[in-house]
């Protein structure tokens, strides 16, 4: 069968759009707005990409930061992660999941564990934000056998070489990051700057689907159509955090978000 | 797991920088790998080329003011009465500890590789002012992160590092200590690695900071010997070396030439912050037996709980408030190279106390706690045992504690 995520890419590309991919943080207000955030959003989204939070988060700004946080404080344990997803899934067997996160969680979980519950509670996709390649070769493997997709992560800082070496071991998605910065960035090179690296990337491989991600907003999501994918994670914690502080409902209001966002891309 | 010898430590590193296949790597963000190569790449050719090490010579002889004094602490040592009492007192350096050195190489590869900025973190503030003074030496732009806890009770240096130019930028996320200072450090490399170099203030992080910092720290080492060689002849039958270890910086930089003796001959004693007597909180990951775990680009030892998630540490000693431990200390503990034990809050007081009753040497707080394992060890050794205890900070820092906790009389002006 072929991969959830795969399949969202097609059908977005069929529409001729770029696949929406959302980041929202598990447990983020609480265990329970986090999987309601998920349901209510799921239909504007293509993928959905879900944070675990982690305390010391090296490559995260102030807006996901502050999500991790709260999340933590209300909690949330790893397992707690795996039954939201499990819920989640249970109501959208088809909606791909891709768990985000940082290595040290599924260390002590276990490696193999780790992917043995990701199976089981549907998770697609992983993303390690600090296990890059060759680090992850092992580690990829063991998802791929599971067929489960390890999403390798390029930055503009990755050179040619390497570009190829790990498009060639990568499964059937990557993510670029825009540019040099912590999620949550204000974009400070321009969209044309990005798609040119953007498509260098495309060329080596163009069967791969390649999103792209940091400093994506309302703003600047209608300036990178041409993608495959395109990856909001700041702007919705930040609409989370913003709903908490107004004493506001974070599941409309984030809705309301990523309705907006959806139409950007159209 | 073995340590070899000849081959020095920070060279003992696999292919993917870890130490004893399983300490250390690279656990970064995608956007670090280049900067990092580049570094690794660099400082693997200048620490074989004799020019800069001539010139790092130069800056440790006439501006650190290389060697640091090696004394004896005789009246310390008459009121133990056991062992022969020493003190490195590496607090002599350019600045008041042994920052400075691994902060001078740091700004001597950055302007080799072209850049105008350099940005570290700091816990006691003085990797920072160490870092600010050698960044306004060589003319480049500095910037520190310091946890907003530590700038509070760390104010004379955070006013040297701003006396020396450097902006310093406070860190308000989690603990507000160095383990936050650390993180936020890394993220603005992620975010300016193209034009900024980064220091990391201790023997931790990716692979390549852990060996640039020993290499850098390891002029401790180097002096002592030769310091022992003249007082003794040649290297005492029992010495033993006692260290406070926070990062690991000053520790390892003090054992380092003295690797390759027999443990039996020469003893490695490293002494973790403890936390207060009454608190659960400590950090002195190798001491209780920490699990490994990944912070900060690198395996180690840690304290976590079983999720992952890295805990908060409680230290009077805001040098030793961190919750991992240098990569290179798990491998001397794991090959038994090194001894680990650890010393409260308040038995770094009671040693300061003693110390600066009996000797003119003002320890800060870090060297305070390896005081007091030394002295209470010394008691129960023979007089032919040589007890060495790096001093590797000084007090002035920690004034306002120690006006605090112990009173006026206890703060000693400079």
Not at chain 1, 96 to 110: A, E, R, S
Not at chain 1, 206 to 224: L, Q, R
Not at chain 2, 9 to 33: A, S
Not at chain 2, 305 to 321: F, H, K, R, W
């Given at each position: 069968m072929l991969n959830p995520i795969s399949a969202a890419f097609k059908i977005a590309k069929k529409e001729k759009r770029p696949a929406l991919l959302t980041y929202t943080v598990a447990g983020d207000g609480s265990k329970?707005?986090?999987?309601?955030?998920?349901?209510?959003?799921?239909?504007?989204?293509?993928?959905?990409?879900?944070?675990?939070?982690?305390?010391?988060?090296?490559?995260?700004?102030?807006?996901?930061?502050?999500?991790?946080?709260?999340?933590?404080?209300?909690?949330?344990?790893?397992?707690?992660?795996?039954?939201?997803?499990?819920?989640?899934?249970?109501?959208?067997?088809?909606?791909?999941?891709?768990?985000?996160?940082?290595?040290?969680?599924?260390?002590?979980?276990?490696?193999?564990?780790?992917?043995?519950?990701?199976?089981?509670?549907?998770v697609n996709g992983l993303i390690v934000v600090d296990l890059p390649w060759p680090e992850n070769k092992n580690f990829a493997k063991k998802c791929k056998s599971k067929s489960i997709y390890f999403?390798?992560?390029?930055?503009?800082?990755?050179?040619?070489?390497?570009?190829?070496?790990?498009?060639?071991?990568?499964?059937q998605m990557n993510y670029f990051i825009s540019m040099l910065s912590t999620t949550g960035g204000k974009l400070k090179v321009t969209p044309k700057e990005i798609?040119?690296?953007?498509?260098?990337?495309?060329?080596?491989?163009?069967?791969?689907?390649?999103?792209?991600?940091?400093?994506?907003?309302?703003?600047?999501?209608?300036?990178?159509?041409?993608?495959?994918?395109?990856?909001?994670g700041s702007a919705i914690c930040k609409e989370i955090t913003r709903s908490l502080n107004n004493r506001q409902n974070p599941v409309t209001n984030v809705s309301r978000l990523v309705k907006n966002l959806k139409k950007k891309i159209r | 797991m073995k340590l070899k010898k000849?081959?020095?430590?920070?060279?003992?590193?696999?292919?993917?920088?870890?130490?004893?296949?399983?300490?250390?790597?690279?656990?970064?963000?995608?956007?670090?790998?280049?900067?990092?190569?580049?570094l690794e790449i660099l400082f693997n050719n200048l620490k074989k080329d004799k020019k800069f090490i001539a010139e790092r010579d130069k800056y440790f002889k006439n501006w650190i003011g290389a060697p640091t004094r090696f004394i004896k602490l005789e009246n310390l040592t008459k009121h133990v009465g056991g062992a022969q009492i020493y003190s490195k007192v590496v607090s002599d350096a350019n600045g008041g500890a042994h920052k400075i050195y691994n902060a001078t190489v740091h700004c001597l590869l950055a302007k080799r590789s072209g850049k105008?900025?350099?940005?570290?973190?700091?816990?006691?503030?003085?990797?920072?002012?160490?870092?600010?003074?050698?960044?306004?030496?060589?003319?480049?732009?500095?910037?520190?992160?310091?946890g907003a806890k530590d700038i509070a009770r760390q104010?004379?240096?955070?006013?040297?590092?701003?006396?020396?130019?450097?902006?310093?930028?406070?860190?308000?996320?989690?603990?507000?200590?160095?383990?936050?200072?650390?993180?936020?450090?890394?993220?603005?490399?992620?975010?300016?690695?193209?034009?900024?170099?980064?220091?990391?203030?201790?023997?931790v992080g990716p692979a390549v900071f852990v060996r640039i910092c020993g290499w850098s720290t390891s002029q401790i080492s180097r002096e002592l010997k030769v310091q022992l060689i003249d007082e003794?002849?040649?290297?005492?039958?029992?010495?033993?070396?006692?260290?406070?270890?926070?990062?690991?910086?000053?520790?390892?930089?003090?054992?380092?030439?003295?690797?390759?003796?027999?443990?039996?001959?020469?003893?490695?004693?490293?002494?973790?912050?403890?936390?207060?007597?009454?608190?659960?909180?400590?950090?002195?990951?190798?001491?209780?037996?920490?699990?490994?775990?990944?912070?900060?680009?690198?395996?180690?030892?840690?304290?976590?709980?079983?999720?992952?998630?890295?805990?908060?540490?409680?230290?009077?000693?805001?040098?030793?408030?961190?919750?991992?431990?240098?990569?290179?200390?798990?491998f001397l503990k794991d090959t038994k190279r090194a001894r680990y034990t650890s010393a409260s809050d308040e038995d770094a007081l009671k040693a300061y106390k003693l110390v600066t009753k009996f000797e003119k040497l003002r320890p800060s707080l870090e060297p305070s706690?390896?005081?007091?394992?030394?002295?209470?060890?010394?008691k129960k050794f023979s007089q032919d045992t040589i007890v060495v205890v790096n001093s590797c900070g000084d007090a002035y820092k920690d004034k306002g504690i120690l006006e605090q906790r112990l009173g006026k009389k206890y703060v000693k002006s400079n």
């Open positions: 329970k707005q986090s999987l309601n955030i998920l349901e209510s959003i799921s239909e504007n989204v293509d993928i959905l990409e879900v944070g675990v939070p982690h305390n010391t988060p090296v490559a995260d700004g102030t807006q996901i930061q502050t999500s991790a946080y709260r999340a933590i404080k209300n909690g949330i344990k790893i397992n707690d992660i795996f039954n939201i997803i499990k819920k989640f899934k249970k109501l959208q067997k088809n909606k791909p999941v891709i768990l985000m996160g940082y290595y040290n969680m599924i260390f002590q979980y276990g490696e193999n564990n780790y992917i043995k519950k990701c199976k089981a509670s549907g999403i390798q992560l390029l930055s503009p800082t990755t050179t040619n070489k390497r570009l190829r070496k790990i498009i060639k071991d990568s499964h798609l040119k690296n953007y498509n260098k990337i495309k060329k080596i491989d163009p069967k791969k689907h390649t999103v792209i991600g940091f400093g994506i907003t309302e703003k600047t999501i209608g300036k990178f159509k041409s993608a495959d994918g395109l990856v909001v | 000849k081959i020095p430590v920070i060279d003992q590193g696999n292919k993917l920088g870890f130490w004893g296949g399983k300490f250390g790597g690279n656990f970064v963000p995608e956007t670090l790998k280049k900067p990092i190569e580049d105008k900025v350099i940005c570290g973190d700091t816990g006691a503030g003085y990797a920072g002012k160490m870092l600010s003074m050698a960044a306004k030496k060589f003319g480049l732009k500095c910037k520190i992160f310091m104010q004379p240096n955070v006013k040297a590092m701003k006396k020396n130019g450097a902006e310093v930028v406070p860190v308000y996320s989690g603990s507000q200590t160095l383990v936050d200072a650390v993180s936020e450090c890394m993220r603005f490399w992620v975010a300016n690695c193209d034009t900024t170099a980064m220091c990391v203030g201790s023997t003794f002849g040649s290297i005492p039958k029992k010495l033993k070396l006692y260290n406070c270890v926070g990062g690991g910086s000053s520790s390892f930089g003090f054992w380092n030439e003295f690797m390759d003796y027999d443990k039996k001959q020469c003893e490695f004693i490293g002494v973790e912050a403890g936390g207060p007597a009454k608190s659960k909180k400590h950090a002195a990951p190798l001491t209780y037996g920490s699990k490994i775990g990944i912070l900060h680009g690198a395996a180690q030892y840690v304290n976590q709980n079983s999720d992952g998630q890295i805990e908060e540490t409680e230290s009077i000693s805001a040098g030793l408030d961190y919750p991992g431990i240098s990569p290179l200390h798990c706690h390896a005081f007091f394992v030394a002295i209470a060890d010394s």
